[in-house]
């Protein structure tokens, strides 16, 4: 019986106008130009502004990108997952307001959350559900307003972060194309490193802990650091050897933007040679679930049919991943 897989066909992403440069963040906490750069390798970042605009408005925009790109109704689409951990509302799900937003009204939605590993957790779910034979047409958003959770008094992480978002476009193939493995793994004692205290079930909104700050993202960075230079570089790694791909076979790696020094011990440990390394973090920062699909996104022009592309991710929780993808266009 062939086999299908899942291959992405289309791509589009979608970053806010306001950028954000490290010389105004110089004016809101101490910290300078020349810091930011050597510690993590971001020059500016986008930011949402207005007032009501949640992450459903950024996931929106790349979707309907996305289908006037690959000339389908909102009606073609099946499935629409977003991956997000700042979703406009703890409900409804924020795909449903994408979809709501796009008129996507023939499908169902839901949201993904595992941090910054979400986009790659989800790309692979919506895979599932193409490989089954049943869905057509599958769209995986990944998209954050991380200036919504960043404390802009907090000079370790308010420097890091973005918002903005981009959709893939999953559709079934029998070619030797598309997602062709993964390796995923978690680890919960991560939790304590790097989180949002308050907001969910076990600290409920309540006046002490907004005072204290607790409704902002909380990393301790050397761990988290020393945590994700080893496992998002080993998982990327290990997919190339499972796979007995040459080193210079891998056309791309795409890994999640979360600091330049991340990103090139990552590159080392695979043995890919940095211009082969999508890096869009000096002018996006990280902007968690939007990191990697808009790397291809920017990318896409560079990409071959049958290009080996490994992506890579680390977030919280702890989580990471790697994904063998052979680009289907």
Known sequence: ????????????????????????????????????????????????????????VMGAEAVKGLLEKRGISPDDVDLLICSTVTPDMKFPATANLISHKVGIKNAFSFDTNAACSGFIYS????AQYVESGRYKKVVVVGADKMSSIVDYTDRQTCVIFGDGAAAVLLEPTTEEVGVMDHIFQSDGCGHVHLHMKAGGSAYPPTHENIDAREHYVYQEGQVVYKFAVKNMADVAAEIIQRNQIATEDVAWLVPHQANLRIIEATARRSGVPMEKVMINIQKFGNTTNATIPLCLWEWENQLKRGDNVILAAFGGGFTWGSILLKWAY
């Open 1 to 56: 019986m062939t086999k299908i897989r899942a291959a992405i066909t289309a791509i589009h992403g979608y970053v806010p106008e306001y950028v954000l440069t490290n010389a105004e963040l110089e004016t809101m906490v101490d910290t300078t130009d020349e810091w930011i750069t050597t510690r993590t390798g971001i020059k500016e970042r986008r930011i949402l502004k207005g007032e009501g605009k949640g992450t459903s």
């Open 123 to 126: 790309l692979v779910t919506a």
